[in-house]
Structures are given as C-alpha cells and as structure tokens.
C-alpha cells in the first residue's frame, strides 16, 4: 500500500458524459501528479499540481481538466467523454518536486467510456 | 522532444536465470531516466532512477541498470530472476526541469519468469 488512494476503483459511462476522479495523496506530500494509461497510448503523464498550483503539464485533452484543493487532494475531471479515453487514471504523489523525492503511485481507478 | 523506446515488448525468462530488460532514450538535452515495475491490478513502482554521478544504478529487489550517454541507452538488468518478477516493467525519461516527474515512458516490457 503506498498511501495514496483513488476512488473510484471503476467506473462505468456513456460517450458525451463527465466524470470526476479523485486522489487523496500520501499524509505530508504536496505535489500531486495524474497519468493516463491506455491501450493505444500507453502511459502518459497529464499533469502535476504542488501546494495548489499547477506546475506542469503533459499531453492532457482541453476536454479535461484538474486541480488541487487546500486539503490537498486533488480532482481530474474529465468532459465530452469518449470511447478512446476508456483506460485506467493513475494519481502519484511525492513530498516535493525535487528531483530527490520519488513518486508513490495509487492503485489507479479505471474507465471505461461505452 | 524526448522519447523511449523499450525493444522488447514481451520477454520470458526462467527463474534464476538473468535479465536485460532494453530501453533507448532520443532527447536533446540531459534527462533523468527511470525503471518502473507494474505489477497485476496495481500501481506503478519506482524500481530506480538516474539523476547523476555514477551510471550504475542499483535498484530494489537486486535489480539494476546503467546508463550509457553515448548509446542513449538505460537497459535493466537483474543476475537472478524469481518467479515474483513476473510483472510489466516500464522505463521513463524526464528533463532536468521536470525534476522526478517522469514525462515519457515506453510502452512496456512485460517479464514472465517461468519456473
């Protein structure tokens, strides 16, 4: 267990539909990161958040969107929703962004758009 | 722009036997580079990651990888396998600013150790 959790662990939904994901990070960590892995894409990261704010982004869809509250967790939303985005959503988190801290991965929640 | 790509996508091994496990990285500025292990219906795992100093990098669970600048290559290797590393293994590379957050990754070599 890497003390991150991910809820839902499944979920289920039509095209065209928005569904929320979320991920409460370990205790004490401040960045947040999401990744998306896909049959057809892989494993791809989307984007991180630190303390709030958004620090860096990767090959995240303007049909999705994400943030970080002041508890720290954090949502991805995802909007317009299409069979290719079916795959499963990955929350990592780590204490800082430092290049010495390393990432603790949650167990993912997995979609699947029909 | 950076990529990986891991040769081989499937690779069967049996146990107590060694493994190379193949990554080639492009970019054109200095990356940082990353095993990742997945096991079933899990999250992903840091198995190790190269920063800087010295380009043998020792891992958990006895594996390790070297990074070879010349040969743009970070393959993973492990001198004895179990039947436990049965799982997908992912190499990542990230750029100096991206610090530990990994932005690229292959697309997966899937070891089966078999007894």
Redesign the interface.
């Known amino acids: 267990d ?1 003390g ?1 959790t991910q809820t839902p662990k499944h979920l289920i939904t039509a095209t065209g539909q928005r569904v929320t994901l979320r991920c409460s990070p370990r205790s004490g960590d401040l960045s947040v ?1 999401w ?1 998306q892995q896909s049959l057809d894409q ?4 989307l984007i ?1 958040y630190y303390n709030g704010e958004e620090r ?1 982004k ?1 090959n995240i869809l303007e049909r999705f969107s994400a943030q970080q509250f002041p508890d720290l967790h954090s949502e991805l939303n995802l909007s317009s929703l299409e069979l290719g985005d079916s795959a499963l959503y ?1 929350c ?1 988190s ?1 204490v800082s ?7 603790y ?4 929640t997995r979609l699947l758009v029909l | 722009a950076q990529s990986v790509t891991q040769l081989d996508s499937q690779v069967p091994v049996f146990e107590e036997a060694p493994v190379e496990l193949r990554c080639n990285y492009s970019s054109s500025v200095s990356v940082y580079l990353f095993w990742y292990v997945q096991y079933p219906n899990q999250g992903l795992q840091l198995l190790l990651k190269y920063l800087s100093g010295s380009t043998l990098v020792k891992g958990i669970n006895g594996f390790e990888a070297e990074f070879n600048k010349s040969q743009t290559s970070f393959h993973l290797r492990k001198p004895s396998v179990h039947i436990s590393d049965t799982a997908e293994y992912f190499c990542a590379v990230s750029d100096l600013n991206s610090g530990n957050t990994p932005l690229v990754f292959g697309k997966g070599t899937r070891l089966s150790v078999i007894a």
Do not use: D
């Open positions: 890497s991150v990161y990744y892989g494993l791809q990261f991180q860096a990767g990955f990592a780590s962004r430092t290049k010495q801290e390393t990432q991965f949650g167990p993912g």
